[in-house]
């Protein structure tokens, strides 16, 4: 069984900065892709940053400059360092892991930026 746990997520002033943090446990046996998706109230779910096993990134136009995906493998943990917040990234933020087989997702985190 697999669980993620997420952390990191808060209120902060437009400008500020938050750091998440999705921790995967249990038995998922090589982890390829790790990513973050978001959905703010009447939006759809959007993917925020991904990253590969090779370190290959992809970020959402509204993010990139702004937000960084990184991983620490040993901890099977990836991170979404997000800068320079706006009111636009209030949202509820999802973590998602990838092994060969299957997709997890975290439980999600609320970020809410006010002005």
């Known amino acids: 069984q697999v669980q993620l746990v997420e952390s990191g997520g808060g209120l902060v002033q437009a400008g500020e900065s938050l750091r998440l943090s999705c921790a995967a446990s249990g038995s998922i046996f090589s982890i390829n892709s790790m990513g973050w998706y978001r959905q703010a109230p009447g939006k759809q779910r959007e993917l925020v940053a991904a990253?590969?096993?090779?370190?290959?990134?992809n970020y959402a136009d509204s993010v990139k400059g702004r937000f960084t995906i990184s991983r620490d493998n040993a901890k099977n943990t990836v991170y979404l360092q997000m800068n320079s917040l706006k009111p636009e990234d209030t949202a509820v933020y999802y973590c998602?892991?990838?092994?060969?087989?299957?997709?997890?997702w975290g439980q999600g985190t609320q970020v809410t930026v006010s002005s």
């Open positions: 998602v892991v990838y092994n060969n087989r299957s997709r997890y």
């Open positions: 990253i590969t096993s090779g370190g290959s990134t």
